[in-house]
């Protein structure tokens, strides 16, 4: 896969109408103004409550009005999301069911609905599976990428210090990719070796990203020259902050060139940060901090990991396994 940068024209498609698209509209101006969700987990919510909306003018000539659905319906919509060569996974099906939960909550609040449609009605059962990850070796292989493709004249020096700081310190600090795409210039603290992030619900916590991922980050502002502190640290096109898209893009052409993989995601560079923490004897709680779980038991899953690969390593390696 190259790395040619490609320009293209496209023309804006208007997002498709569907019913109650001005109670949907409402309700995500509510989720960004007074609940301070981020721009990615509206867009989701209202992806989920389109897809609903679509399915049920189809299926029943649901004409808008929420208060009308009953939990039939809502049963149907999951039972065929499930079939034909477009289903969706159960983890996507929970998902949607679970930002038309908290919509029918909100309609509630608002005295919109009596009752929520959904109540009583059962999902299907998720898939107990563990989080993805990698080895310290491929990480390492991974993170040598950006240099290499600029050594063979694939990218550019400008892209190279970019993305080889944006790959040091989602590992390193374990963010996730918004979390990566909001920094700015005045949220690294050089000298304390910290980075200030916003991470979800609009929560700051400070998180060490170690020396390797510092000595990226000063190369990078050294290359960019900026003085602001408010402006971006990692930039796209026209010095606009790097979409999230970009740099997923740009790590698929990276774990190409190093044949890695080509199923791991941004997000698996924080699960691997944190089972990786686990390995060397972090404290599950400093580990908590780390990734800014709510909850201990969010994280308590890379236990689960670090104890399979235990096991199977004690399988191989015990005389009597």
Same mark, same amino acid.
């Given at each position: 896969?190259?790395?040619?940068?490609?320009?293209?024209?496209?023309?804006?498609?208007?997002?498709?109408?569907?019913?109650?698209?001005?109670?949907?509209?409402?309700?995500?101006?509510?989720?960004?103004?007074?609940?301070? %969700?981020?721009?990615?987990?509206?867009?989701?919510? +209202? $992806?989920?409550?389109?897809?609903?909306?679509?399915?049920?003018?189809?299926?029943?000539?649901?004409?808008?009005?929420?208060?009308? &659905?009953?939990?039939?319906?809502?049963?149907?919509?999951?039972?065929?999301?499930?079939?034909?060569?477009?289903?969706?996974?159960?983890?996507?099906?929970?998902?949607?069911?679970?930002?038309?939960?908290?919509?029918?909550?909100?309609?509630?609040?608002?005295?919109?609905?009596?009752?929520?449609? %959904?109540?009583?009605?059962?999902?299907?059962? &998720?898939?107990?599976?563990?989080?993805?990850?990698?080895?310290?070796?491929?990480?390492?292989?991974?993170?040598?990428?950006?240099?290499?493709?600029? +050594?063979?004249?694939?990218?550019?020096?400008?892209?190279?210090?970019?993305?080889?700081?944006?790959? +040091?310190?989602?590992?390193?600090?374990?963010?996730?990719?918004? $979390?990566?795409?909001?920094?700015?210039?005045?949220?690294?603290?050089?000298?304390?070796?910290?980075?200030?992030?916003?991470?979800?619900?609009?929560?700051?916590?400070?998180?060490?990203?170690?020396?390797?991922?510092?000595?990226?980050?000063?190369?990078?502002?050294?290359?960019?020259?900026?003085?602001?502190?408010?402006?971006?640290?990692?930039?796209?096109?026209?010095?606009?902050?790097?979409?999230?898209?970009?740099? =997923?893009?740009?790590?698929?052409?990276?774990?190409?060139?190093?044949?890695?993989?080509?199923?791991?995601?941004?997000?698996?560079?924080?699960?691997?940060?944190?089972?990786?923490?686990?390995?060397?004897?972090?404290? &599950?709680?400093?580990?908590?901090?780390? %990734?800014?779980?709510?909850?201990?038991?969010?994280? =308590?899953?890379?236990?689960?990991?670090? &104890?399979?690969?235990?096991?199977?390593?004690?399988?191989?390696?015990?005389?009597?396994?």
């Amino acid at each position: 896969m190259g790395f040619k940068t490609i320009r293209s024209e496209f023309k804006t498609v208007p997002a498709p109408k569907f019913p109650g698209a001005g109670t949907v509209s409402v309700f995500c101006a509510h989720l960004k103004n007074e609940r301070r %969700l981020s721009p990615y987990t509206i867009r989701n919510y +209202e $992806e989920s409550l389109r897809d609903f909306a679509l399915w049920a003018k189809k299926a029943c000539g649901f004409c808008g009005d929420f208060s009308s &659905l009953t939990r039939r319906e809502l049963r149907d919509f999951i039972i065929e999301r499930q079939r034909g060569n477009e289903a969706l996974s159960r983890r996507t099906i929970h998902n949607r069911i679970s930002a038309l939960r908290t919509f029918f909550r909100w309609l509630r609040m608002r005295e919109k609905l009596k009752t929520s449609p %959904l109540t009583g009605v059962a999902l299907p059962k &998720l898939p107990k599976s563990l989080p993805k990850f990698l080895t310290e070796k491929q990480v390492g292989e991974l993170l040598a990428m950006p240099r290499q493709a600029y +050594e063979d004249k694939l990218i550019s020096e400008a892209q190279c210090v970019r993305d080889t700081a944006a790959l +040091e310190t989602l590992y390193g600090g374990g963010l996730r990719i918004s $979390e990566l795409c909001g920094l700015t210039l005045g949220a690294v603290d050089f000298p304390a070796g910290t980075v200030r992030v916003l991470g979800k619900g609009n929560k700051v916590r400070i998180v060490p990203v170690g020396e390797v991922a510092l000595d990226a980050l000063r190369a990078l502002k050294d290359f960019l020259g900026e003085t602001s502190r408010e402006a971006p640290l990692f930039r796209g096109n026209g010095g606009k902050p790097l979409a999230p898209k970009t740099l =997923q893009r740009w790590l698929k052409k990276y774990l190409a060139l190093a044949g890695l993989p080509m199923d791991i995601t941004p997000h698996k560079l924080r699960h691997s940060c944190a089972t990786h923490m686990l390995e060397h004897d972090a404290a &599950l709680r400093l580990v908590q901090e780390q %990734l800014g779980h709510v909850n201990l038991s969010t994280t =308590q899953i890379y236990t689960h990991i670090t &104890l399979a690969r235990l096991k199977a390593a004690y399988k191989k390696a015990h005389p009597r396994a």
